[in-house]
């Protein structure tokens, strides 16, 4: 699995466990595509994530893999879809990390404020905010 992830993610081979979350893109009561699966994946990761904490765990999701490379390696079949990976255990110490990720480890953390991702009534028509 550490072979599928991409080179900036070196950090993750010490992890206890890696991950890779799923999604079943048809429903299977008429076959009809699921447009809510990746939904439904990233809200079972997110109660993932709550439990590990819980647990005292650290997890840290990543998008940085090869898809194709999880998918042959894994064996997942057609009506599946690797959507992202996730490294699971116990936080490390920073200063066993080359120097650039450690620069990133140790970055100040900041968050959106949430008037960019939130609104009341529509969709603001300016261009702030809202952006990815
Ligand atoms: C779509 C997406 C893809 C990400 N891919 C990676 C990744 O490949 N490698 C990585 O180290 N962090 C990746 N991250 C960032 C981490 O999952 C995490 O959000 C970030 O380290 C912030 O952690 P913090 O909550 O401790 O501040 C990604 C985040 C998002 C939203």
New binding site residues.
Partial sequence: MFGCL?E??SWAKNAGALFVTVAKIHYDLNGKPNKHAWHDVGLATGNLLLQATDLGLHV?????FDVSKAHEALGIPDGYEAVSMGAIGYVGDPDSLPENLKARELAK?SRKPLEEMAFKGQWPQNDSGNQV
């Fill in positions: 991409l900036g993610n840290h999701l990543m998008g940085g953390r």
